[in-house]
């Protein structure tokens, strides 16, 4: 009978033990799965993957079908467009040039460049490599300048089409001469002017410092040092099989993916759901590249920097200090965050594009961050 009693008494010591970490495994998922759900009642959202790491533990939802009605939920085979968040890991290729002494970014941009660009400077005041890395240099959003009038109408049905064609034969060429006829008007690292053609110039100068093409640059970068080997820009017909299709704004019609950039940094990265878990750990763990792609290169107000092209939002009454990026392409949308507050990070995807697909994934995170959050104000 004393035999029983002990181990009923070991039995239940045990599982006692076990309990608040299964119970934080299982909110974590709770969790995912209602932001998910929320996402999938708005009528134009047909899928979403999330993946959360948080105080070390990874945590991965697919939800819903790609294309409705067909039952094909995304996977962690699924490759998705990731748009935007290109830029990020050229910050971070940039952040470690500096760290290796290769770089410098407060070079002027004419030291890369083969031709010389009277124009790439306002008055007196030249461009610097970090005016590119913090969008402030004053280029325009992108080049060809045609692409600019035609995003001004991003939800019109034809405006993938006319992108894709638009890019269809533009090279590192082209860009190059089409540099010639940018006009800065404002002095450069003051004002904020989203320029993914200043991400496109930072790819240009790695491959300048490095004497590397730059794919090739990032793509062993990621799989040597992040175990990220399933991301890249160029897919091959294989992997091309697994990527995500896409929907446009309204429209039922699945448009081509985007095209290829002239570099590709600026928004041409593919990746899957496991390699974007690596990314947020490698960024969370924070050495020194990471340390200094997260660092302020200008300050705008008390709330908002950029990094090395890394959005910092300082001092929020909820997440403390983090970093956060938005990406996006005619097909998918998605959003980063790394939260060292709560030793927390969070990628979600959506393969739809819309006005308001943006809103729709800040609503769902903020069902989970407000959660972690509220634990931890009381912990």
Not at 136 to 163: R, Y
Not at 202 to 207: C, D, G, K, Y
Not at 296 to 324: A, C, H, M, P, Q
């Amino acid at each position: 009978m004393k035999n029983i009693a002990l181990f009923t008494f070991l039995l239940s010591s045990i599982f006692c033990l076990a309990q608040p970490s299964e119970v934080k495994k299982i909110n974590i998922n709770i969790l995912i799965d209602s932001a998910a759900n929320q996402m999938l009642k708005k009528p134009l959202i047909h899928s979403t993957s999330i993946a959360i790491v948080y105080q070390g533990k990874e945590y991965i939802g697919h939800y819903g079908e790609l294309e409705k009605g067909k039952n094909n939920c995304p996977t962690n085979e699924t490759i998705y467009e990731i748009g935007s968040l290109s830029k990020t890991f050229a910050g971070t290729l940039a952040a470690k040039a500096v760290c290796e002494n290769k770089l410098n970014i407060d070079d002027e941009i004419k030291k890369y460049l083969l031709e010389d660009y009277p124009n790439l400077k306002y008055g007196s005041q030249p461009i610097l490599v970090k005016h590119l890395l913090s969008h402030t240099s004053g280029f325009p959003n992108m080049l060809p300048f045609q692409a600019n009038s035609i995003l001004q109408d991003f939800t019109n049905h034809d405006t993938p089409a006319k992108i894709n064609e638009l890019y269809r034969n533009y090279g590192q060429k082209d860009f190059l001469r089409d540099l010639h006829k940018v006009k800065i008007d404002t002095v450069p690292g003051y004002k904020y002017s989203y320029s993914s053609a200043g991400s496109e110039l930072v790819a240009f100068i790695l491959e300048k410092v490095y004497k590397t093409k730059y794919e090739e640059l990032l793509t062993d970068y990621l799989s040597k040092k992040i175990a990220m080997h399933n991301t890249r820009i160029s897919l091959s017909d294989q992997e091309a099989k697994k990527l995500a299709v896409g929907y446009h704004s309204d429209n039922s019609i699945i448009p081509a993916p985007m095209p290829k950039l002239p570099w590709g940094a600026s928004g041409n990265m593919k990746s899957t759901i496991p390699d974007m878990v690596n990314y947020m750990k490698f960024e969370l763990k924070n050495n020194n590249i990471v340390a200094k792609s997260h660092k302020s290169i200008v300050k705008f107000d008390r709330e908002f920097s950029i990094g090395y092209f890394w959005n910092i939002v300082t001092d929020d009454k909820k997440l403390g200090t983090y970093y956060v990026h938005h990406g996006g392409v005619p097909r998918s949308q998605c959003y980063i965050y790394i939260i060292p507050k709560y030793d927390l990070s969070a990628f979600i995807i959506t393969n739809q594009s819309g006005i308001d697909t943006a809103k729709v994934m800040e609503d769902a995170l903020n069902i989970i961050f407000d959660k972690i959050a509220a634990e931890g104000s009381e912990g």
